[in-house]
């Protein structure tokens, strides 16, 4: 199927929802997250209650952007083998069997329900964009996004992503229950008993050629040094709010800027501009935080958000 053409990010930006929506009502918001984080490099954490349609979204937007597709169903006996690929023994020579991350985009559903052994499998492909088998590198395709999910309402045999993994997504974004005129649209869509019948009709709108032009395109957007300078700031003050053990690193701030320039640019501009930075801001800081008990990250970013000054405007 050839992909959709648009004028702009922008013009993107409305096409996407448009054809996720085809399949997932409601969900507008993430669709745009989801479009930031793969013009930004970034993966996507997304959490939320069963039947929240965290898979099919993450179908539909692996479909919407015309990319190669892998789904893995994590469990406790799941093994790094299977994600990253093992060497075998045929005919008498070494053959990689690649594993699921070797695909533009991964959905790994329910990151949560394995071992962190394999959890761990995915750091390398996450950070560096390769696995190492047996000491050899085996580059990932280009691009590659990581969209896991997890049940925040699951507490049996469940393991918990550690700090260092949950600093290597771009967001984390949770999804809740649509409303009711939502769900009444949910009812109306066509429907193969229980399963959404309309995936097959979401239109791809780039392509792998598509999205690494978009990508270069927003390498061209301007982060005034008054904004870069905000950005560094805000980042430092969550280091030392009241109730937080641990602030954000410096790999945050830069996910924060990757993530205002494609937030600029699917709103139609060209410089980055502090309601950019403030709009991505929770969704890049907020499962960074490392709070003391009690403490909510929601009010943290909140109060270090008011507390830190803005820069002068600047035209854009």
Sequence with gaps: MLEERYDDLAGLRDRAKAEVAKVVVGQGRTVELLLVAALAHGHVLLEGPPGSAKTLIGRAVAHMFGATFKRIQFTPDTSPAELNGVNVIKAGEHVFLPGAVFTNVLLADEINR???????????????RQVTIDGKVHRLPDPFLVIATQNP?????????????????????????ADPDSE???LNLPHNGIAPDMLGEVRPLLGVVG???????????????AIGRYIVALGRRTRDMPGV?????????????????????LNGRHAVTIDDVREMAPYVMRH???????????????????SVPAPAPTAV
Excluded: C
Aim: glycine residues 4%.
């Design 153 to 177: 309402y699951e507490h049996s045999g469940v393991f918990e992503l550690p700090e260092s993994q949950l600093d290597r997504f771009l967001f984390k974004i949770y999804l809740d229950y």
């Design 184 to 186: 009444l649209q949910m």
């Design 211 to 225: 999205l690494d032009k978009a990508r270069k395109e927003l390498e061209t957007t301007e982060v005034s040094d």
């Design 245 to 265: 053990q641990l602030g954000i690193s410096s790999r945050a701030m830069i996910h924060l800027m990757s993530a205002s320039k494609a937030s600029a640019r």
């Design 288 to 306: 960074r935080l490392i709070l003391e008990p009690g403490a909510d990250a929601d009010e943290v970013l909140e109060q270090a958000i008011k």
């Design 114 to 128: 394995t071992p962190p052994r394999t959890q761990a499998a995915l750091f390398e492909p996450m950070q560096e």
